[in-house]
């Protein structure tokens, strides 16, 4: 079988790792890649955001199941062209991939569906938006409703702020058509989970519970990132706490999705504020997230290509899945600087040490190959992923392997997992 995996972050390589691990797998074909894929894929420089090079790429070559990383092709129709084509492929429609690229449509169909969410409006006109924010005398959260690479949100403790970020997108128009509408909601408070669903349909299949960590520095500080590391399983997410979420968030939002002639099949991403009040959605993604996805996939011992083309093929309510019972953590190496202005180009050292490392893997993000050395080329650079036999081990065991690998400005949070380590006190 030949699989081919779009996108070229850390997201992409762990998919890569799962795929390749597969007895069914001959061939995997990474696009774009980066130089981690390169290791045990093909890389092939076509552009993820170019449907018809992908399409002629996947005819021209044979692939028989194609998995989209990325939301930004999704968002673009890409599984429509393919589907109609005759090209199997994982992801959800143009109309399902609105429930991320369209955070004004999510919101909506949140309260058609009585999904708890934070409480907010929807916004076309400034005027209308700032009146509004200028009302607040608690915390805002301004979203722009469109695709802004995970930087259009901004959390404001103070509405004064949440006037200047709508002047930013509304006004400024920092992220172009994407801030033509924004979303004005509530601030939350409380830990943030996220959910994966395998969803075909209104069959549900929920994965491992898993917990990131957005803010840049230890103790949840500072701005947020793509996300500074995972582990997996999360023990906030209790099996009380995991049944309420699929009775309450995902059973209504795909029943609502299916009656709006948007039946969802691919993976869904649930975002959540777990409040005094109990989960809260503060947002959905139509794709698998990063850094996330490491840990989970290092814990999946089923075969990842028979769960996807479960999806694909319509038979998702008689897979079975098996998950090891260790814990995983990632520990993502960033660029200083990251997530604002950071230097690339800077050469790894240690990546072969660690590979000889028991239960550790490293997923590469922002990196690329130049005349055999290793280069960063991103804020986030690599996803380092252990085992352990409980979380204090695998985070040892992650933290052990990053100590081995050096490149000029690395940065890295030192309390990954910490939320989930008991304390003796
Ligand atoms: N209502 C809210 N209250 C408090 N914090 C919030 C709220 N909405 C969003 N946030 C914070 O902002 C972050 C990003 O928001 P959201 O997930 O909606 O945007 P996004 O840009 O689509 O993120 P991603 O890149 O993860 O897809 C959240 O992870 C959370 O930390
Ligand atoms: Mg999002």
Redesign the pocket.
């Known amino acids: 079988m030949r699989v081919m995996v779009i996108g070229s972050g850390g997201r992409e390589h762990a998919l890569t790792y799962a795929v390749a691990k597969s007895p069914r797998v001959d061939e995997v074909l990474c696009v774009p890649g980066n130089a981690g894929t390169a290791s045990i894929g093909q890389n092939i420089e076509v552009k993820a955001a170019d449907p018809d090079g992908l399409a002629v790429l996947a005819r021209q070559r044979g692939v028989d199941l194609t998995i989209v990383g990325p ?1 930004a092709p999704l968002c673009a129709g890409i599984v429509d062209r393919f589907e109609a084509e005759g090209l199997r492929v994982f992801g959800p429609s143009k109309a399902a991939a609105r429930i ?1 690229g369209d ?1 004004a449509y999510a919101k909506r169909l949140m309260k058609l569906a009585h999904v708890p969410t ?1 409480e ?1 409006r929807v916004f076309e006109r400034y005027k209308n938006a700032r009146d509004y924010v200028a009302t607040r005398d608690t915390g805002v ?1 301004v ?1 722009a409703a469109g695709l ?6 901004s ?1 404001c403790e103070d509405p004064a702020d949440g006037l200047l970020a709508l002047e930013r997108i509304m006004v400024d128009r920092v992220f172009g058509d994407a801030g033509d509408t924004v979303v004005v ?5 409380g830990q ?1 989970l996220s959910v994966f669903a395998l969803v075909e349909g209104c069959t549900i299949y929920v994965l491992e519970t898993v917990q990131d960590h ?2 840049i520095g230890d103790g949840d500080t500072g701005p ?1 990132t ?2 500074m590391g995972a582990y997996s399983p999360a023990p906030i997410a209790t099996p009380d706490m995991m049944a309420v979420v699929e009775r309450d968030i995902l059973v209504p939002i795909v029943d609502a999705m299916r009656n709006d002639d948007a039946p969802y099949h691919g993976l869904l991403y649930v ?1 959540l ?1 777990l409040t005094a009040a109990g989960p809260k959605v ?2 959905f ?1 139509c794709r698998f ?1 990063d850094p996330e996805t490491q840990p989970i996939l290092m814990r999946l011992q089923s075969d990842l290509i028979d769960l996807l083309e479960a999806v694909v093929d319509g038979r998702l309510a008689d897979a079975e899945v098996h998950w090891s019972p260790r814990p995983a953590v990632c520990v993502v190496m960033a660029s200083e600087g990251y997530p604002g202005k950071y230097e690339s180009g800077k050469v790894i050292e240690g990546l072969d040490h660690v590979a000889a490392m028991k239960d550790v893997y490293v997923f590469h993000a922002g990196t690329r190959r130049i005349e055999n050395v290793t280069v960063t080329s991103g804020g986030r650079v690599l996803g380092v992923t252990a085992l352990g036999d409980d979380i204090a081990d695998a985070k040892r065991r992650a933290y052990e392997a990053v100590e081995a690998i050096h490149f000029q400005n690395a940065y890295y949070r030192r309390d990954i997992a910490d939320k989930a380590i008991p304390t003796d006190g």
């Open positions: 939301e991320e955070k934070a907010g959260v979203k802004a690479a995970g930087k259009g949100v959390v909601e509530e601030l939350l408070k943030e957005k803010p947020n793509g996300g975002g504020m503060l947002e993604n997230g």
